[in-house]
């Protein structure tokens, strides 16, 4: 079954600087039926205008993932990591016992569009650490990549929590299959184009929980770009 979470359902705030959506309750925006999913807590995608974005701020016992669409983010902590993460590149912090961090447009000329996204970590009190990797395109083209997991198998990024996170770029008519083992549950979010997801149609910012299902194929109906998880 799955149960769509339409992008113009999503919760919205609008600062001037920053326009962000929100697929589960954040900030000002609650919602009791849209806490999050499992262990999947935030979704956000949040476009930012140059030269701007969040100041220094603090998080604790989250893990939490950064992947570009469009432009330039600029990252800097209190672990001493600075970074400039585009299209392409997808960063993981693991925030444990506190980190501070700030996150700016790189650019003064053009805005950055990006999804961030958090995880319950399976412990509290954990040593905060960072990672990023640069995962090309051809290897989420026509396939579901693997670029989060658990034990960071296959080349991906990993988290300190039983889930794994793909991303695939599927052109018109294109479609990749995931098999959920049993007692595993998904989510599926359309980043970019529209897909049809069992039978069920997606646009951009749609998203969808994926719960009893042996197997999901996901087909592009354009252009496509998806990110897909997989949960206890």
């Known amino acids: 079954m799955l149960q769509v979470r339409a992008a113009n359902d999503r919760g919205h705030a ?75 590149d997808v960063q993981r912090m693991s925030a444990g016992t506190g ?18 996204i958090w995880i319950l970590p399976n412990r509290q009190g954990l040593t905060p650490d960072y ?12 396939r579901l990549r693997l670029i989060v997991s658990g034990d960071g198998h296959d080349g991906a990024l990993s988290i300190r929590q039983d889930a794994d996170l793909y991303a695939s770029l599927l052109s018109k008519g294109e479609s990749v299959e995931h098999r959920f083992a049993p007692g595993r549950k998904g989510w599926i979010q359309l980043a970019r184009g529209n897909a049809t997801v069992n039978n069920t149609p997606l646009a951009a910012g749609d998203g969808a929980a994926i719960v009893n299902e042996e197997i999901v194929t996901i087909r592009g109906d354009s252009e496509a770009e998806i990110l897909l998880f997989d949960m206890a």
Do not use: C
Not at 99 to 116: A, G, K, M, T, Y
Not at 131 to 142: C, L, T, Y
């Open 131 to 142: 990672v990023e990797a640069r995962i090309p395109d051809e290897e989420k083209r026509g």
């Open 14 to 88: 609008d600062f001037g600087w920053l326009d962000s959506r929100h697929t589960f309750s954040f900030g000002d925006y609650y919602d009791p039926d849209h806490m999050g999913f499992g262990v999947l807590r935030v979704i956000n995608e949040d476009r930012v205008l140059p030269s701007n974005g969040f100041g220094t701020h603090g998080h604790r016992d989250m893990e939490i993932i950064s992947y570009v669409l469009q432009g330039a983010l600029e990252h800097k902590d209190s672990l001493g990591t600075g970074s400039v993460i585009r299209p392409g």
């Open 99 to 116: 980190v501070q961090h700030s996150e700016f447009n790189h650019s003064d000329s053009e805005p950055v569009h990006f999804l961030q």
